[in-house]
């Protein structure tokens, strides 16, 4: 299993960026990815995850309406469309699947433990 985040990059508060998650390896429709991010000093932060099963999202409080998640199942592909960005979304951003889960909630979105398999990351700033 292989996941490659890209899309990354600096951009001004109220900017935009499309995050992409290229998987392969895994059954792309019975899975579940997730996007994870993490800031400096701070805990790594669940934002969105999404089904392969049934197309079901979820999204935190915190992105909820400015961030969103999708994805293309003949490219194996899951996108993170972010506007409206704020200073406070800097950081490294990671997708994760798992097959361990049963439905996309709070319970599994925000915590990675349930999560197996990691992309490297990549680097949001967003300048004020």
């Known amino acids: 299993v292989q996941l490659v985040e890209s899309g990354g990059g600096l951009v001004q508060a109220g900017g935009s960026l499309r995050l992409s998650c290229a998987t392969s390896?895994?059954?792309?429709?019975?899975?579940?990815i997730g996007w994870f991010r993490q800031a400096p000093g701070k805990e790594r932060e669940g934002i969105a995850c999404?089904?392969?099963?049934?197309?079901?999202?979820y999204s935190a409080d915190s992105v909820k309406g400015r961030f969103t998640i999708s994805n293309e199942d003949d490219k194996n592909t899951v996108y993170l469309q972010m506007n409206d960005l704020k200073p406070e979304d800097t950081g490294v951003y990671y997708c994760?699947?798992?097959?361990?889960?049963?439905?996309?909630?709070?319970?599994?979105?925000?915590?990675?433990?349930?999560?197996?398999?990691w992309g490297r990351g990549t680097q949001v700033t967003v300048s004020s």
């Open positions: 994760a699947e798992t097959g361990g889960i049963s439905s996309v909630d709070a319970k599994y979105c925000s915590n990675g433990w349930y999560w197996h398999y």
């Open positions: 999404i089904s392969g099963v049934d197309g079901s999202t």
């Open positions: 390896g895994i059954m792309f429709d019975r899975y579940y």
